[in-house]
């Protein structure tokens, strides 16, 4: 993946997946990607490159100017892959940051145009009990970047997993294996195997 968007072995990668509105507008996304990247550079003592992946409903888009000059990895099939190699990650309302709470790493949300969205789209639950920090402005992104505190994060992301009830006990490839080769038996249901 580091090969295909021209990305360093030693550079970390803060990556922003915002997902789409139902206008098509991009103006939401934008914030002052320097200085999160500034801001995340200090709190984390490393180097960052900024790279951005726009929802697949609006990838055909013309980029937007604000844009210009960051690493655009749209078009990288796989966001799974993304996601593994991703040191920080900035989203809004998209469950891609759900799929990246599995890292531990810091996510944080960016949620400028909230009451439109809520009232346009709604949520699963609450921005609140998501495990992320939710900023309405850049500044407030900025500050939460800052401010970030690991062990708060941890104590969140605990909550977060128990009250979607993601359980992991590292053993789900091994269970998945199972269910598959006992469905290939004759005469096997998926109500006989999950019972």
Known sequence: MRRALGVDDDASICLYAPTFRADWSVDQYRFDFDAFIRAISERFGKDYVFAYRLHPNIA????????????????????????????????????????????????????????????????????????????????????????FDEMDYRKALDRFFSLIGFQDDGHGDEQVAQMIISLSKNGSTVGDILG
């Not at 709470?101 to 810091?106: C, D, I, N, Q, W």
């Open 60 to 147: 055909k888009l013309t980029r937007p100017e604000f844009l210009n000059g960051y690493l655009d990895a749209t078009d990288y099939l796989d966001a799974q892959e993304l996601l593994a190699a991703t040191d920080v990650m900035v989203s809004d309302y998209s469950s891609i940051l759900e799929d990246f709470a599995l890292t531990g790493r810091p996510g944080f949300v960016y949620a400028p145009d909230f009451d439109a969205y809520s009232c346009d789209r709604g949520f699963y639950y609450s921005l609140e009990d998501r495990p992320f920090s939710v900023a309405r402005t850049s500044d407030e992104l900025i500050a939460n970047a800052r401010g």
